[in-house]
């Protein structure tokens, strides 16, 4: 059985979606059709590092290689179906510091979906390393819609970082977000 995180005490009444619909758990192989159907989708990969997801088998073949066996990468599911991924990943030589971050099918972009499932998932990755006392994202500037989510969370915008990534072939700005184990998730 999957372990699967949700506090419905984390319910926004703001948020259009109804946050008993969506859970955070460990990705599955049996996920592979649904993770191509976001994953497939140039919109939401635009700023991803990974390229898109092409066919069934290279759905099968990220989710066997890299999703599973990553430290915390988990599938943002809405009703049981994968609808997007959040990943926090300690940094190998800071293990304070953590980064973040996620991605939900465009279908369902401005739903609410991103905030509540990183609601869910924040305090069960710092469960899970106790040590990190860091969360950062890292979002391109262009990237308004990660930056609304980061913001609604209560994470702190610490500034512009230039010419910071490289990301599907060209080196680009990015902004600095953080939250601390200290800080109120909102």
């Known amino acids: 059985m999957d372990k699967q995180f949700f506090s ?9 979606m109804n946050p008993s619909t969506i859970s955070v758990r460990p990705f599955n ?7 191509l159907r976001w994953a497939g989708d140039d919109r939401v990969t ?33 009703n049981g179906r994968s609808v997007g991924y ?7 030589e800071e293990k304070c510091r953590a980064n973040i971050s996620y991605a939900v099918a465009a279908e369902h972009w401005g739903r609410g979906i991103a905030t509540e499932a990183l609601r869910v998932a924040i305090p069960a990755a710092l469960i899970d ?24 969370l209560g994470f702190c915008r610490e500034g512009l970082l230039r010419k910071y990534g490289f990301c599907k072939g060209e080196i680009r700005n990015f902004i600095v977000f953080s939250l601390l184990r200290t800080d109120q998730l909102v």
Request: proline letters at 8%.
């Open 46 to 78: 635009r700023y991803l590092r990974w390229n898109t997801i092409t066919s069934k088998e290279e759905a099968l073949a990220y989710l066997e290689k890299v999703a599973i066996p990553h430290p915390w990468r988990r599938s943002i599911c809405l």
């Open 129 to 152: 390393f106790p040590e990190v006392v860091r969360i950062q994202a890292l979002v391109e500037v262009e990237n308004e819609g990660s930056q609304r989510v980061l913001e609604k």
């Open 8 to 16: 419905p005490n984390v319910f926004n009444h703001n948020c259009p």
């Open 29 to 35: 192989l049996s996920d592979a059709d649904d993770f």
């Open 86 to 92: 959040v990943s926090v990943k300690p940094e190998s």
